[in-house]
């Protein structure tokens, strides 16, 4: 709660008018379903428990048309127990990432569209940070292959 607080200052001496500061989890946004246009974040959703619900939450969240865009980690294949105990002795936030193909499957079964994964900092063992885009789809201007308004259901 210090950091919403601390943001509400700065934001009322920069002369800030158009931003709300709301204190939540990213796995379960204090948002109304399709209430806003982005979802923006840098390294908070590499520690969350729920990779899979940020990604939910945040397609809940998005309007049509909306847009996703993540800072994370990914690995450029799964890893098991033993290799992701050695890798988290150098970088902790390894503990949940998923690979690149799961982390493309994992949009893609979510409903968003138009994903991309860049890859950036290399962090050794195949394992590397990431931008994370993606889009929720407006259903009525574009839909996905094969639905069409009207038979979707």
């Known amino acids: ?63 049509p048309g909306g847009h996703l865009v993540l800072v994370d980690v990914v690995t450029a294949r799964p890893l098991d127990a033993t290799q992701r105990a050695a890798i988290e002795q150098r970088t902790i936030c390894v503990a949940g990432a998923l690979s690149i193909a799961a982390y493309h499957a994992a949009l893609t079964a979510i409903g968003f569209a138009g994903g991309a994964i860049t890859l950036t900092a290399q962090h050794g063992d195949d394992v590397r940070s990431a931008i994370v885009q993606a889009t929720k789809p407006n259903l009525s201007t574009s839909p996905p292959s094969g639905l069409r308004p009207g038979n979707v259901g």
């Open 1 to 63: 709660m210090e950091m919403v607080e601390l943001s509400r200052r700065n934001a009322a001496a920069a002369g800030v008018t158009n931003a709300e500061f709301l204190h939540g989890s990213i796995e379960a946004i204090p948002l109304p379903d399709e209430a806003v246009d982005a979802v923006i974040s840098t390294c908070v959703s590499n520690t969350a428990h729920d990779r899979l619900g940020v990604l939910r939450d945040a397609f809940r969240v998005l309007r």
